[in-house]
């Protein structure tokens, strides 16, 4: 039976039986396929049997590559590698591998574990939204072959280039160490990219936060540790910072995903991968 692997990084993975007419693949409630990330579309992409072939269907904002290019509709061959937002999905024909092919596929498989999703809380749904536009309708795609030719078709429909750079740059940033924070005017992505950064609502702030001139100093430092992670710690003691919930006294390390607060702002940091 047609299977799909799931994988992401170096993370628990799954594996996927298509044994349904329609998958629909995303980060929202009707996704029979669950994957939770920013970039990935509430129905980011479905996969259908149309006349005996499967069907991979971009439906997303941010665009689905199969083997490195983006893609608004493509049938689907063994082998085949579906990027999802930062998700690798392996696409397989068969449960066992062709004749001749046993060494590869013994070493493909034995990557495969099983996988449970991450629950992630209001805040971090907000951020998400945010920072993720709606699914574009399939009525917005280019006309597809008609069903009746389906057997016969068996190619790719292209992206602009434009298109695939703004993805592949949303990509490599969500890749790399950085803070989300919702404010009024919308979300703000704050890549750590110096050793040091001074988020305060003093001027020379790498970051600022809300408050006048004569507000008084608050804010944090974020810091590069020499193990290559970060931790956080108050610009001094008289600043309001506070982590998981508790006042921030100190230097703490930061893990992927804790909350750091300040002037009535939430700023979620993501380690990359």
């Not at 596929?105 to 939204?129: H, L, P, T």
């Not at 292209?158 to 993805?167: D, E, K, L, N």
């Not at 988020?199 to 608050?218: E, T, V």
Request: aromatic content about 4%; hydrophobic content about 40%; overall charge negative.
């Amino acid at each position: 039976m047609p299977r799909l692997v799931v994988k992401l990084g170096n993370k628990k993975q799954q594996t996927i039986e298509l044994d349904v007419e329609t998958l629909v693949i995303g980060r929202g409630s009707v996704a029979k396929l669950r994957l939770d990330h920013e970039l990935v579309s509430r129905e980011h992409c479905r996969i259908r049997d149309m006349a005996g072939k499967l069907v991979v269907e971009d439906t997303s904002s941010t665009g689905t590559f199969v083997n490195g290019k983006k893609v608004d509709a493509h049938v689907l061959r063994d082998g085949d590698v579906i990027e999802v937002g930062p998700y690798t999905l392996l696409f397989g024909e068969s449960d066992g591998p062709a004749a001749g092919d046993q060494d590869a596929a013994a070493a493909f498989w034995s990557s495969v574990a099983s996988a449970e999703g991450v629950r992630v809380d209001e805040q971090e749904r907000k951020e998400r939204e945010a920072l993720q536009d709606d699914a574009v309708p399939a009525s917005a795609m280019p006309d597809a072959p008609e069903f009746a030719q389906m057997a016969d078709w068996d190619g790719t429909v292209p992206a602009s280039t434009t298109q695939i750079q703004r993805v592949r740059e949303q990509l490599v940033s969500s890749q790399k160490p950085h803070l989300v924070v919702t404010t009024k005017k919308g979300v703000d992505r704050i890549m750590l990219e110096a050793v040091l950064m001074t988020i305060s609502n003093q001027r020379g702030a790498d970051y600022r936060l809300p408050g006048g001139p004569f507000a008084r100093r608050n804010g944090f430092l974020v810091r590069r540790t020499a193990k290559g992670g970060y931790e956080v710690e108050p610009l001094d003691s008289a600043s309001k910072v506070a982590v998981a919930g508790s006042k921030l006294e100190g230097a703490v390390p930061m893990a992927d995903g804790v909350v750091v607060e300040a002037a009535g702002l939430k700023f979620r940091y993501r380690e990359g991968s």
